[in-house]
């Protein structure tokens, strides 16, 4: 469902980034964060020319390394300006489920276990559920990059800030992934849920039903939640475990406001107020509950004003 029209871009360069929380374009001067702290082997590795293709690939990996290390090369070649976005090129299909390796079993939400937060076991299944939910972050990012890429009018900002979310998402599951580890376990030991990839699935459509659902609902709930998971870790001693979420946390509050601004952006593009307009695509596309309670603070921070998420509470999200 595509609400506005255009002229589709060219395979330009790009030289400019979104500012986090606001609408300003600002130059962007060395790469994020999360790239600088990579090894230099895992970004070497090699990789598409172009960032659709990019995109295809790492969606499709089978193989939880491999997705990551392909999201930090690529993310690497995408700021140095080594790839074109590959909108004039024979570009791959971005898959309709992606790849994922033969454990951990998946199963619907309401056939999974239920467990004990408490102890050692029970840190381990929190990391694990939080890992298993950072792999599907990478690829409903990723996703969202090469889906919509030939979206007319998106910005080369839009590209920048997206790649450095799949690029954060990516670093997500490799530190929970070293945590599991480092306390005698690893990603794929205990069953897994299926239900996160039907959010991309049920938005692959319509660019806006997808940044309303992903960054601004399931994003969001992530400011929610963690910091009393990290206090609950802190309170346990497992001090290490707590670093990990407290980066997490640290990195959805921009991923958030990157969703908020481009929301916005696309809205004004179309001639659509924002608050309506999310509500209506919430209760269309998102079969969870949006229930307190909130972090207003946090989410304000990141540019989510209570108008958005609030109504959905009160009125429920019956179609």
């Given at each position: 469902?595509?609400?506005?029209?255009?002229?589709?871009?060219?395979?330009?360069?790009?030289?400019?980034?979104?500012?986090?929380?606001?609408?300003?374009?600002?130059?962007?001067?060395?790469?994020?964060?999360?790239?600088?702290?990579?090894?230099?082997?895992?970004?070497?590795?090699?990789?598409?020319?172009?960032?659709?293709?990019?995109?295809?690939?790492?969606?499709?990996?089978?193989?939880?390394?491999?997705?990551?290390?392909?999201?930090?090369?690529?993310?690497?070649?995408?700021?140095?300006?080594?790839?074109?976005?590959?909108?004039?090129?024979?570009?791959?299909?971005?898959?309709?489920?992606?790849?994922?390796?033969?454990?951990?079993?998946?199963?619907?939400?309401?056939?999974?276990?239920?467990?004990?937060?408490?102890?050692?076991?029970?840190?381990?299944?929190?990391?694990?559920?939080?890992?298993?939910?950072?792999?599907?972050?990478?690829?409903?990012?990723?996703?969202?990059?090469?889906?919509?890429?030939?979206?007319?009018?998106?910005?080369?900002?839009?590209?920048?800030?997206?790649?450095?979310?799949?690029?954060?998402?990516?670093?997500?599951?490799?530190?929970?992934?070293?945590?599991?580890?480092?306390?005698?376990?690893?990603?794929?030991?205990?069953?897994?849920?299926?239900?996160?990839?039907?959010?991309?699935?049920?938005?692959?459509?319509?660019?806006?039903?997808?940044?309303?659902?992903?960054?601004?609902?399931?994003?969001?709930?992530?400011?929610?939640?963690?910091?009393?998971?990290?206090?609950?870790?802190?309170?346990?001693?497992?001090?290490?475990?707590?670093?990990?979420?407290?980066?997490i946390y640290r990195d959805e509050k921009r991923h958030v406001a990157f969703g908020a601004t481009w929301f916005r952006y696309l809205c004004?593009?179309?001639?659509?107020?924002?608050?309506?307009?999310?509500?209506?695509?919430?209760?269309?596309?998102?079969?969870?509950?949006?229930?307190?309670?909130?972090?207003?603070?946090?989410?304000?921070?990141?540019?989510?004003?209570?108008?958005?998420?609030?109504?959905?509470?009160?009125?429920?999200?019956?179609?």
């Amino acid at each position: 469902m595509r609400r506005g029209g255009g002229v589709r871009r060219g395979d330009h360069a790009h030289d400019v980034t979104q500012s986090q929380g606001g609408d300003a374009l600002e130059p962007r001067a060395a790469l994020p964060e999360g790239e600088r702290a990579q090894p230099p082997s895992l970004v070497e590795t090699a990789i598409p020319e172009t960032l659709v293709a990019g995109s295809a690939a790492i969606v499709s990996a089978s193989d939880p390394h491999e997705k990551v290390t392909l999201a930090k090369a690529i993310a690497k070649g995408w700021f140095k300006r080594r790839l074109s976005l590959g909108l004039r090129s024979a570009s791959p299909a971005m898959p309709d489920r992606p790849g994922r390796p033969l454990k951990p079993e998946l199963r619907a939400p309401r056939d999974m276990p239920k467990r004990s937060t408490q102890g050692e076991r029970g840190r381990l299944a929190l990391l694990h559920a939080l890992a298993h939910i950072e792999l599907n972050a990478v690829d409903m990012t990723w996703d969202m990059v090469g889906r919509f890429a030939f979206e007319p009018n998106l910005p080369p900002a839009y590209f920048d800030n997206w790649v450095q979310v799949g690029l954060e998402e990516a670093k997500h599951f490799d530190l929970l992934n070293r945590r599991l580890v480092a306390l005698g376990g690893a990603y794929g030991d205990l069953p897994a849920h299926d239900g996160l990839w039907q959010a991309a699935q049920a938005t692959g459509h319509d660019l806006l039903a997808r940044m309303a659902v992903v960054p601004l609902v399931l994003e969001a709930r992530g400011l929610d939640v963690s910091p009393a998971m990290i206090e609950s870790l802190t309170t346990a001693g497992d001090e290490a475990s707590a670093g990990v979420l407290e980066i997490i946390y640290r990195d959805e509050k921009r991923h958030v406001a990157f969703g908020a601004t481009w929301f916005r952006y696309l809205c004004a593009q179309q001639g659509e107020a924002p608050e309506p307009l999310f509500h209506h695509l919430v209760r269309s596309h998102f079969r969870g509950a949006i229930k307190p309670p909130f972090n207003d603070r946090a989410r304000a921070e990141a540019g989510l004003t209570p108008g958005f998420y609030k109504p959905l509470v009160a009125t429920g999200l019956s179609r």
